[in-house]
C-alpha cells in the first residue's frame, strides 16, 4: 500500500501529471452535469454525433499545423451543434438520420486527410490517439491546461446560473415555451455548452468514448436518485471521482487514460443499479 | 373584459389548413370548453393560442393588460416526463421560470408561492416525492400547481382528465371550477362534450360545423344534435 503511495507521489511531482489530473477532473464535472440534461432530452445521440464531428475538425486541424488545435476544432463543433439542433425541428431528414450522416461523414473525411496528408510517420498511432485519447492527457501544455480550465468555469458557471431554467426547458419544453421562457435560447445554450465539453473532453477520452463520460454518471446517478438535484450533484460527484481514479489507475497499471476512466464508470453504473434495485425492494 | 381574442384563424400545418375563418373570444372569468370530434383541429388551436406554432393567418390577441406570460398551461403528460427525475416542488417551482428573466435563482416569495400552490392541490406531504411516482391524478395535480405558479388570470388546460379514472376525473372537474370560481379564465380542450357542457359557460365546437357561444344555445344547437346522435 505504501509503495503505491510513493509511487503516486512521486508522479505528482511532476507538473504535466498534475495538470492532466486537474484537467481530468474539470473536464469530467462539466460532462456530468451536462450529462444529466442531454440524457433527459433524449439528446445523448447528439453529443456521440458531435464527438465524431470533433474528429473530423481535429484531424483539419492536425493537417495545417496549428499549435492549438481547439482552435479549430471548437468552432466547427459548436457550429455543428447549432445545425444540429436547428434542422431537427423541421427536417427534411430525419434527426437521427442526420446525426449518423454527420458524425460517419466527419469519421470518414477525417482518417481520409489524416492520410492523405501525414504530418509523422505513424498515422495509425495519431488515429488511435484521437479515436481513444491515449496518453495525450500527459502531454498536455501549460496553456492546453489553462484553456480547460477556464473553459470549465464557464460551463460550470453557465450550468449554475440558467440550471433552474434549464430544468425547466428539459422537463417540459412546450411549457416553457407556452408561459414565455425562450426555450429556442436555451435549446442553444445547451447545444453550444455540449459542444465546448466534447472538444475539451476529447484531450481527455478521445472522441469514440466521450459519450461513456457524459451518460454514464448521469444514468448512474438515475438508478438512486428520483429528483434533478440530487441527481446532477450526484452525477457530478460520481463523474469526478471515476475520472480521479481512473486517472490514478491509468498511472500506476500503465493503462491507457480514457479507456480506463470509461471502465471506472462503468463499474460505478454496476454499482449503482444493484444499489437502485436493492432500495426499490 | 376580453382577455383573449383569436380573429379570422386559418389553423394547420404548413399549406394544409384544418380549420378556417374561426373567430371567438374569452372574457374574464369565463370557462370555455372546446370540443371537437378526434382530427378536428382542437389541439392545434390550444398550440397556435399557446404560441407554439403560428396560424397559417389571422390572430390571436391578448387584451386586457395580458401577455404571453399571464398564461398557465397544463399539457398532456411527454414520454420524457415518464421517467423524469423530478420532486413534486422542482415540478411546481419551474412553473415561476418564466417570470425570472435572466435572475438565477427563485426567490422566497416565489418559493412561497409554489407552497402555497402545493396545498391548494391537495398535495401537501408529497413535496419531496417523486414526479414519476406518483399516481396519474396527483401527477396531474402537480401539473396544475405548476400552472398556477405561472399565472393567476388565465388556464389553458388539454385534455386534463385523460386517463383518470372515474372518481379522479370527478375530483379534477370539482378542482378546476374551484379555480374558475376564484376567478381563474379558463379554457379546456375536452373529447368528453357531457363533462364539457356540465362545468363550461361557453362553448366552442370545432369540426365540420363551428359553433361559439353560450351553453344553453350550445344546447340547443345542430352542432350539439349531431354529437349527441353520433
Same mark, same amino acid.
Request: glycine share 8%; hydrophobic share 50%; aromatic share 8%.
Given at each position: 500500500?505504501?509503495?503505491? &503511495?510513493?509511487?503516486?507521489?512521486?508522479?505528482?511531482?511532476?507538473?504535466?501529471?498534475?495538470?492532466?489530473?486537474?484537467?481530468?477532473?474539470?473536464?469530467?464535472?462539466?460532462?456530468?452535469?451536462?450529462?444529466?440534461?442531454?440524457?433527459?432530452?433524449?439528446?445523448?445521440?447528439?453529443?456521440?454525433?458531435?464527438?465524431?464531428?470533433?474528429? %473530423?475538425?481535429?484531424?483539419? *486541424?492536425?493537417?495545417?499545423?496549428?499549435?492549438?488545435?481547439?482552435?479549430?476544432?471548437?468552432?466547427?463543433?459548436?457550429?455543428?451543434?447549432?445545425?444540429?439542433?436547428?434542422?431537427?425541428?423541421?427536417?427534411?431528414?430525419?434527426?437521427?438520420?442526420?446525426?449518423?450522416?454527420?458524425?460517419?461523414?466527419?469519421?470518414? $473525411?477525417?482518417?481520409?486527410?489524416?492520410?492523405?496528408?501525414?504530418?509523422?510517420?505513424?498515422?495509425?498511432?495519431?488515429?488511435?490517439?484521437?479515436?481513444?485519447?491515449?496518453?495525450?492527457?500527459?502531454?498536455?501544455?501549460?496553456?492546453?491546461?489553462?484553456?480547460?480550465?477556464?473553459?470549465?468555469?464557464?460551463?460550470?458557471? $453557465?450550468? $449554475?446560473?440558467?440550471?433552474?431554467?434549464?430544468?425547466?426547458?428539459?422537463?417540459?419544453?412546450?411549457?416553457?415555451?407556452?408561459? %414565455?421562457?425562450?426555450?429556442?435560447?436555451?435549446?442553444?445554450?445547451?447545444?453550444?455548452?455540449?459542444?465546448?465539453?466534447?472538444?475539451?473532453?476529447?484531450?481527455?477520452?478521445?472522441?469514440?468514448?466521450?459519450?461513456?463520460?457524459?451518460?454514464?454518471?448521469?444514468?448512474?446517478?438515475?438508478?438512486?436518485?428520483?429528483?434533478?438535484?440530487?441527481?446532477?450533484?450526484?452525477?457530478? $460527484?460520481?463523474?469526478?471521482?471515476?475520472?480521479?481514479?481512473?486517472?490514478?489507475?491509468?498511472?500506476?497499471?500503465?493503462?491507457?487514460?480514457?479507456?480506463?476512466?470509461?471502465?471506472?464508470?462503468?463499474?460505478?453504473?454496476?454499482?449503482?443499479?444493484?444499489?437502485? *434495485?436493492?432500495?426499490?425492494? | 373584459?376580453?382577455?383573449?381574442?383569436?380573429?379570422?384563424?386559418?389553423?394547420?400545418?404548413?399549406?394544409?389548413?384544418?380549420?378556417? %375563418? @374561426?373567430?371567438?373570444?374569452?372574457?374574464?372569468?369565463?370557462?370555455?370548453?372546446?370540443? %371537437?370530434?378526434?382530427?378536428?383541429?382542437?389541439?392545434?388551436?390550444?398550440?397556435?393560442?399557446?404560441?407554439?406554432?403560428?396560424?397559417?393567418?389571422?390572430?390571436?390577441?391578448?387584451?386586457?393588460?395580458?401577455?404571453?406570460?399571464?398564461?398557465?398551461?397544463?399539457?398532456?403528460?411527454?414520454?420524457?416526463?415518464?421517467?423524469?427525475?423530478?420532486?413534486?416542488?422542482?415540478?411546481?417551482?419551474?412553473?415561476? *421560470?418564466?417570470?425570472?428573466?435572466?435572475?438565477? &435563482?427563485?426567490?422566497?416569495?416565489?418559493?412561497?408561492? *409554489?407552497?402555497?400552490?402545493?396545498?391548494?392541490?391537495?398535495?401537501?406531504?408529497?413535496?419531496?416525492?417523486?414526479?414519476?411516482?406518483?399516481?396519474?391524478?396527483?401527477?396531474?395535480?402537480?401539473?396544475?400547481?405548476?400552472?398556477?405558479?405561472?399565472?393567476?388570470?388565465?388556464?389553458?388546460?388539454?385534455?386534463?382528465?385523460?386517463?383518470?379514472?372515474?372518481?379522479?376525473?370527478?375530483?379534477?372537474?370539482?378542482?378546476?371550477?374551484?379555480?374558475?370560481?376564484?376567478?381563474?379564465?379558463?379554457?379546456?380542450?375536452?373529447?368528453?362534450?357531457?363533462?364539457?357542457?356540465?362545468?363550461?359557460?361557453?362553448?366552442?365546437?370545432?369540426?365540420?360545423?363551428?359553433?361559439?357561444?353560450?351553453?344553453?344555445?350550445?344546447?340547443?344547437?345542430?352542432?350539439?344534435?349531431?354529437?349527441?346522435? @353520433?
Amino acid at each position: 500500500m505504501m509503495e503505491i &503511495f510513493k509511487t503516486l507521489a512521486d508522479y505528482f511531482q511532476y507538473d504535466f501529471v498534475v495538470y492532466a489530473f486537474v484537467v481530468g477532473i474539470l473536464i469530467a464535472l462539466c460532462a456530468a452535469l451536462l450529462g444529466v440534461t442531454l440524457v433527459l432530452k433524449r439528446f445523448s445521440f447528439i453529443g456521440d454525433g458531435l464527438s465524431h464531428v470533433a474528429f %473530423g475538425a481535429m484531424a483539419v *486541424a492536425a493537417i495545417t499545423n496549428l499549435t492549438n488545435q481547439m482552435v479549430i476544432a471548437m468552432p466547427v463543433t459548436v457550429l455543428s451543434a447549432i445545425l444540429l439542433l436547428r434542422s431537427g425541428q423541421n427536417a427534411k431528414i430525419k434527426g437521427d438520420a442526420q446525426v449518423a450522416m454527420l458524425s460517419v461523414g466527419a469519421l470518414a $473525411i477525417g482518417y481520409l486527410l489524416m492520410n492523405v496528408f501525414p504530418t509523422s510517420s505513424n498515422v495509425s498511432a495519431d488515429v488511435c490517439t484521437t479515436l481513444f485519447g491515449s496518453y495525450s492527457i500527459l502531454t498536455l501544455s501549460s496553456v492546453d491546461m489553462w484553456i480547460c480550465v477556464v473553459l470549465s468555469i464557464v460551463v460550470v458557471a $453557465i450550468f $449554475i446560473l440558467f440550471y433552474n431554467k434549464i430544468f425547466a426547458v428539459t422537463f417540459d419544453e412546450n411549457f416553457a415555451k407556452a408561459t %414565455g421562457t425562450p426555450s429556442e435560447a436555451y435549446n442553444l445554450l445547451i447545444a453550444i455548452v455540449i459542444a465546448v465539453v466534447i472538444v475539451l473532453a476529447m484531450n481527455l477520452v478521445g472522441s469514440l468514448l466521450i459519450s461513456a463520460l457524459i451518460i454514464f454518471p448521469a444514468l448512474s446517478a438515475m438508478r438512486v436518485f428520483k429528483n434533478f438535484k440530487a441527481v446532477t450533484i450526484c452525477s457530478a $460527484i460520481i463523474s469526478v471521482v471515476c475520472a480521479a481514479l481512473g486517472i490514478v489507475i491509468s498511472i500506476l497499471l500503465g493503462t491507457p487514460v480514457g479507456s480506463t476512466i470509461v471502465a471506472v464508470d462503468i463499474v460505478a453504473f454496476g454499482g449503482f443499479f444493484i444499489a437502485g *434495485a436493492v432500495i426499490k425492494r | 373584459m376580453e382577455q383573449l381574442i383569436c380573429r379570422n384563424l386559418t389553423l394547420g400545418y404548413e399549406n394544409s389548413p384544418i380549420l378556417t %375563418g @374561426l373567430s371567438f373570444s374569452v372574457n374574464c372569468g369565463d370557462y370555455l370548453a372546446i370540443v %371537437g370530434e378526434n382530427g378536428s383541429g382542437k389541439s392545434t388551436l390550444l398550440k397556435t393560442i399557446l404560441g407554439l406554432i403560428k396560424p397559417i393567418s389571422g390572430e390571436v390577441l391578448f387584451a386586457d393588460g395580458l401577455s404571453r406570460k399571464d398564461i398557465g398551461y397544463l399539457p398532456q403528460q411527454t414520454v420524457v416526463q415518464k421517467d423524469f427525475p423530478a420532486s413534486v416542488t422542482e415540478v411546481v417551482l419551474s412553473g415561476c *421560470a418564466s417570470r425570472m428573466g435572466l435572475r438565477p &435563482f427563485y426567490t422566497k416569495s416565489e418559493k412561497a408561492l *409554489a407552497a402555497e400552490n402545493i396545498e391548494k392541490m391537495g398535495l401537501k406531504g408529497l413535496e419531496k416525492r417523486s414526479y414519476k411516482e406518483l399516481s396519474g391524478g396527483q401527477q396531474q395535480r402537480v401539473l396544475l400547481a405548476r400552472a398556477l405558479c405561472a399565472t393567476q388570470k388565465i388556464l389553458v388546460l388539454d385534455e386534463p382528465v385523460s386517463g383518470l379514472d372515474p372518481i379522479v376525473t370527478q375530483e379534477m372537474y370539482e378542482l378546476i371550477e374551484g379555480l374558475n370560481k376564484s376567478g381563474i379564465t379558463i379554457i379546456m380542450i375536452s373529447h368528453d362534450v357531457k363533462a364539457a357542457t356540465n362545468y363550461a359557460n361557453k362553448i366552442l365546437h370545432i369540426g365540420k360545423e363551428i359553433f361559439f357561444g353560450d351553453k344553453s344555445d350550445y344546447l340547443s344547437s345542430g352542432a350539439f344534435m349531431g354529437k349527441v346522435n @353520433l
